[in-house]
């Protein structure tokens, strides 16, 4: 696989890093609004939120989306180190009068720290919520309708009333929203979808996605904690 074309030909990695990034995108809106449930009085909070969760973790077709999202994670999180990785080898020595800042944005710079940030978090999250539902005892819940699910609401809940947990969600969507405000565009960059007619409207759209998405996710720890 070494030698294969997909690991040797850039662009064919960047096509790959896009083409993911954009799926990723649009788990974030479906998490976003998954989690927006989150917000609702604790009373209904409770039963709406472990009957999505029941749902995401049973219904055939979204498990297969999940696993395809866990596989697109780390394929866009490799696919990243070895562009990261290519891009300085091409140019091992830094020119005496380069000047990085004028020639492109910071995020593009750095997106490499930015991805490792959020990926870091990603292991952080799965760790407290998604190996808990899968794999740890923790208490159960009875739905409306009699059904008994692991309380994934209560496990949430409690994490978000926990300050330095708080705190660090809310910081972490920082390098998501810069990670995504590069990114974004840059998908359809590569994808050759650029055009002088939609260009700023690729560019005010991925902005918009950029500061409302993770905004929308520091939102709901921070009601969580201060309201209910």
């Given at each position: 696989m070494a030698n294969s074309y997909f690991l040797k030909n850039s662009l064919t990695k960047k096509y790959w890093m896009a083409a993911s990034g954009l799926f990723l995108c649009i788990f974030l809106l479906g998490h976003l609004a998954g989690n927006l449930q989150l917000l609702l009085p604790p009373e209904k909070a409770k039963d709406a939120f472990n009957a999505y969760a029941l749902f995401?973790?049973?219904f055939p077709a979204v498990k297969i989306l999940s696993y395809l999202t866990y596989f697109s994670i780390?394929?866009?999180?490799?696919d990243g180190i070895l562009l990261t990785i290519e891009n300085n080898k091409a140019r091992p020595v830094n020119y005496a009068y380069s000047k990085p800042s004028a020639n492109s944005a910071w995020t593009s710079r750095y997106m490499?720290?930015?991805?490792?940030a959020i990926l870091v978090f990603l292991v952080i999250h799965l760790w407290a919520f998604w190996a808990g539902m899968h794999f740890r005892s923790i208490p159960t819940y009875a739905l409306a309708d009699g059904t008994i699910?692991?309380?994934?609401?209560?496990e949430v809940y409690n994490?978000?009333?926990n300050l330095p947990y708080v705190i660090l969600y809310v910081v972490c969507m920082i390098p998501l929203g810069l990670h995504l405000s590069h990114g974004f565009a840059s998908a359809f960059q590569s994808w050759g979808l650029n055009h002088a007619k939609y260009n700023n409207l690729i560019s005010m759209t991925g902005i918009a996605f950029s500061v409302l998405v993770p905004l929308g996710f520091a939102a709901i720890p921070l009601v969580v904690y201060f309201m209910y």
């Open positions: 995401m973790t049973t780390l394929f866009h999180a490799f490499g720290i930015l991805g490792t699910v692991k309380d994934l609401y209560s994490a978000f009333k």
